[in-house]
Every structure is written in C-alpha cells, then in structure tokens.
C-alpha cells in the first residue's frame, strides 16, 4: 500500500538552530516527492520537489531537502531557523494524479 | 494576482443540507483537484479532473459530487451534509497530471456541520 509518514506531529526549535523533519514514504515506484508549508489559516505552499538527478535538491525560504533511495525517505532541513518558519510542514509523494500527503509535522519556534 | 481561489471561506450548515463550494483557477490549469483536511489525517483526494467536462473519484469520495463545466471552475457539491463533513476543503490545480510543477492551492474553506 502506497503511504508517507511523518513520524514527528509537533516539533519546537530555538530559533537560530537547526531544523529536520522527516518524511519515510512506502511507494512501489520511485514517486516525484514534494515538501509543502501551511501557514495558519493559509492553503499549502510548495517549498521544494524532487523529480531525479541530484538528491540534494534546494528550495524556497532557504530549505532543502535529500532524497534516499535506500531509506524511502525525503528528509526536509534548514540550517537555521527563524520565527516565521513556525507553520505546518507536509511531505507528499506520488505520480499521475494520486499525490499522497502525510499527516503533517507542526514546527514551533522558540524565541 | 493569478491563483486558485475558493469561496466561500466560511459556512455553518445543518445537517441534511446542501451546498456547493466554487473553485476557481486563473493559470489556465488542466487539472483540479479537491481535498480535505482533517487533524492528524493530513490531506485526503475527494474528486478530481483531468480536464473540463471530466471528474474522477479520489479517496474519499463518498457524500460529494463535483462538476467541472468550465476549464477554470470546479465546484464541490454536498447535497445532503452529515456532521462527518466538518473539515477545511482545499482545492488545488496543477498544469500537469504529474504534479511536475506542484499544486497550487487555494486557501481552504472551512466548513462546520451541526
């Protein structure tokens, strides 16, 4: 069964540090993956996508995020944080028309 | 500015009533999509279109029905609502089936069933 997961629901970081959310996906191809932000009362913005080619792939707002075949996984990180970060993040996986969103990690931000 | 937007963004509904959400979409997009969202579930694919005069059932497509007449409108119907149809209702277009270009989402109707 094709799935994502992210297995950390709420996350709070200082600002000024390091941020990793995690996104494994359970696929039967290699899917396009894609990380998304909601703000509060917002619809979801596209941060990144990773098609092929390079694993590393560069985004919006200063994030990034690395594609691990071997792991199924799709890890977004920033390198430091700052307040407007707080918001939403949401790991989708898919093809064709059937994108798969996960259930979302909420960040936080402190102060 | 060009983008998807949905009306309204707001609605309290009795239960066993009917309502129709507007979608709308200015890029010239081929494919709509809606979803909802509930907490700690994520998004879940209700309906979508490849193109106009064509819809498709998603993952949860059970209480809805959509039309897509125009190219640059889809709408969301619930002809009889049910307190289980309480969420926020993204829409959401893309200009290829893929996805290659992400989606671009509309910012969310939020819809109360009592």
């Known amino acids: 069964a094709q799935s994502v997961t992210q297995p950390d629901i709420h996350i709070t970081v200082s600002e000024g540090a390091s941020l990793e959310l995690r996104c494994n996906y359970s696929?039967?191809?290699?899917?396009?993956l894609f990380w998304y932000v909601q703000s509060p009362g917002q619809g979801l913005q596209l941060l990144l996508k990773?098609?092929?080619?390079?694993?590393l792939v560069q985004g919006i707002k200063g994030f990034e995020a690395e594609f691990k075949r071997s792991q199924s996984s799709f890890n977004l990180r920033k390198p430091s944080v700052h307040w407007s970060d707080a918001a939403e993040y949401f790991c989708a996986v898919g093809r064709a028309s059937k994108i798969i969103f996960g259930s979302g990690t909420r960040l936080s931000i402190r102060p | 500015n060009a983008g998807v937007t949905q009306t309204p963004k707001f609605r309290v509904l009795k239960t066993g009533q009917s309502m129709t959400l507007l979608c709308a979409q200015d890029?010239?997009?081929?494919?709509m999509y809606w979803y909802r969202q509930d907490p700690g579930m994520g998004l879940r694919l209700i309906h979508y279109s490849v193109g106009e005069g064509t819809t498709a059932k998603g993952e949860v497509p059970d209480g809805y029905n959509v039309s897509r007449l125009k190219k640059q409108n889809f709408l969301l119907g619930l002809e009889s609502a049910a307190p289980s149809q309480t969420s926020v209702y993204f829409c959401?277009?893309?200009?290829?089936?893929?996805?290659?270009?992400?989606?671009?989402f509309g910012s969310g109707t939020r819809l109360t069933v009592v």
């Open positions: 959401a277009s893309s200009s290829g089936l893929t996805g290659n270009y992400g989606y671009t």
């Open positions: 890029m010239n997009h081929e494919y």
């Open positions: 990773y098609f092929s080619g390079d694993t």
């Open positions: 696929y039967g191809a290699t899917p396009y």
